[in-house]
């Protein structure tokens, strides 16, 4: 009888891990064959020549980095607006508990919608809707002036004083509602009689929010900041490749954005591979510590 469970038990095994496989093929093809590419940081690649034919530099541009005042700016703002987006990560979760207290169906499912539809506007779209409301023949703009409120445009676009709130506004817009989908599930998950027992012990909503959902959210939050604060450097650049400009390029220029345009535009790719590989080396450190803490903290790890 053991003897035959356990046979069940491998055939069981193999198919399980036959469901994954082409998943695992597709991620050591996606995420781990690219990291050969790495070995352009040693040389002064030029492309159409092999790559062996290229001159050998060794570790020369890991060093140059260190001192480069253009990644040591970048890497500021990265850590800047990070940092910010690190400290709002509490939001979606404050959003979906917020959006389970609703009582009416109809009007959770349409504040839920329209919060979550932003996600798949394109930041094109958003950049072209926010110029056409905010620049100096705008919308805002053209009533401004029109009323009296104001004597000169104003100009939130170009403004270097308020690019880290600006953009960290657009970026919380766009995806609020998206954040919240995960934490909208976990409450669903939580058991019922939870909250029927504090109903009779004479909780109201506020402290069964408090009490019971809160405390069920936080197995998830804890997870997704250990994620964030892995990935605090990678910003992405669609969103700071749109909108930066002459007047606010100093401190809208991130770490993923320098890399692309050293890399694509300005054709040194050794030299973006190389503040690639930093980058990658830095989310490694701090995946690492992030989950030796909340290990320390709370006894278990996602790792």
Not at 100 to 123: C, D, G
């Amino acid at each position: 009888m053991n003897k035959s469970h356990k046979t069940k038990w491998k055939k069981g095994e193999w198919k399980l891990f036959g469901m994954v496989l082409p998943f695992m093929i597709l991620l050591f093809l996606l995420a781990y064959v690219p990291l050969f590419g790495w070995i352009i940081s040693l040389y002064d690649f030029r492309p159409g020549i092999p790559l062996f034919e290229n001159e050998f530099i060794g570790f020369k541009y890991f060093k140059t980095i260190l001192t480069d005042k253009n990644v040591l700016r970048s890497l500021g703002n990265t850590m800047i607006f990070s940092g910010i987006d690190l400290a709002l990560k509490p939001l979606p979760m404050i959003f979906a508990v917020c959006l389970n207290e609703i009582t009416s169906t109809r009007f959770r499912k349409l504040v839920q919608t329209s919060t979550t539809l932003p996600h798949f506007i394109s930041w094109i779209i958003v950049y072209a809707f926010a110029f056409g409301l905010l620049s100096t023949d705008g919308v805002m703009n053209s009533v401004l002036l029109d009323l009296g409120i104001t004597e000169k445009p104003i100009l939130p676009l170009q403004n270097e004083n308020i690019v880290y709130p600006f953009q960290i506004f657009l970026s919380k817009w766009k995806e609020l509602g998206w954040g919240a989908i995960v934490y909208i599930a976990a409450i669903a998950g939580i058991d019922q009689q939870e909250y029927e027992a504090a109903c009779l012990d004479g909780a109201n909503r506020f402290q069964r929010a408090i009490y019971i959902t809160i405390p069920n959210l936080m197995p998830t939050f804890v997870t997704l900041l250990i994620l964030g604060v892995a990935s605090i450097i990678n910003t992405g650049y669609e969103q700071y490749f749109i909108f930066k400009n002459s007047f606010v390029y100093d401190k809208i220029e991130v770490l993923d954005l320098y890399i692309y345009q050293m890399g694509l535009q300005l054709g040194d790719y050794s030299y973006a591979t190389t503040v690639g590989i930093l980058k990658s080396f830095v989310s490694i450190i701090l995946l690492v510590a992030a989950n030796t803490v909340a290990k320390k903290v709370r006894g278990e790890s996602i790792m």
